[in-house]
């Protein structure tokens, strides 16, 4: 592996690690409402939540774009703040990747939170736990399981982001060249030797996290029948 793909695996772990956690942030208040909201807000919230499942990354790295323009309002903000454009940079490819991985991260967990029996967390209520206690120390161990899943999938799924990342980030090196703009690099100049290392290591980490998922959801349901 060449220097600049060593370059281009960093960054994009760099990506997935910082998007993860935003996601975590974001993600977990916005499905812990999901699941419990009654609001007709919710019917609106959710399959936007669940967009880019269907949407062409192409399509929404092409208005993410847009929005990112320094013509447009949050572009305009950001470069304002920063001094520096939101298209084409490593802060633009982490927003979109929080944007496209959202429901990768929020529906697993929702699924979790939706499993709660409500008994319980009246039953906590009724002792004397405040909203925040019922989360912490009730929901959240009873969805470890629900968390795991979510936080596996949304790295995974910002680690093969194509599309988007090419549409909103462009292929600079050191900054937006992540692996699979690298990958397709090497295949446009028929280098396929560097295309195999590179593919066959996302092949690789791809099924050895699958692998690792199927283990801890089998080894629970064990715990769970016993």
């Not at 959240?140 to 949304?154: H, K, N, W």
């Not at 937006?176 to 690099?185: E, G, H």
């Not at 996302?202 to 089998?218: E, N, T």
Request: hydrophobic content about 55%; aromatic content about 12%.
């Amino acid at each position: 592996m060449t220097d600049p793909d060593l370059l281009s695996l960093w960054i994009t772990i760099k990506l997935a690690g910082i998007t993860t956690l935003c996601l975590i942030l974001i993600g977990t208040p916005l499905a812990w409402w999901l699941s419990r909201s009654k609001s007709m807000l919710r019917n609106l919230v959710e399959p936007l939540v669940a967009l880019p499942i269907v949407l062409p990354p192409t399509v929404v790295g092409f208005y993410l774009l847009i929005a990112f323009s320094p013509n447009s309002l949050p572009g305009e903000l950001w470069q304002s703040a920063t001094g520096s454009q939101l298209a084409f940079s490593f802060a633009g490819l982490v927003v979109g990747s929080i944007i496209y991985s959202l429901p990768f991260y929020v529906q697993p967990l929702h699924i979790a939170f939706s499993s709660l029996q409500q008994e319980l967390m009246e039953a906590a209520s009724t002792l004397g736990a405040g909203p925040w206690d019922r989360f912490f120390n009730l929901a959240v161990p009873l969805s470890r399981r629900g968390f795991v899943i979510a936080i596996c999938l949304a790295f995974a799924h910002t680690v093969g982001e194509f599309g988007i990342v090419l549409m909103i980030g462009g292929n600079i090196p050191d900054e937006t060249r992540v692996l699979s703009i690298a990958l397709f690099d090497h295949v446009e100049a028929l280098d396929y030797d560097r295309a195999h290392l590179l593919a066959g290591g996302l092949l690789v980490f791809s099924f050895i996290l699958l692998l690792i998922l199927y283990a801890v959801d089998r080894h629970w349901q064990q715990q769970r029948r016993v």
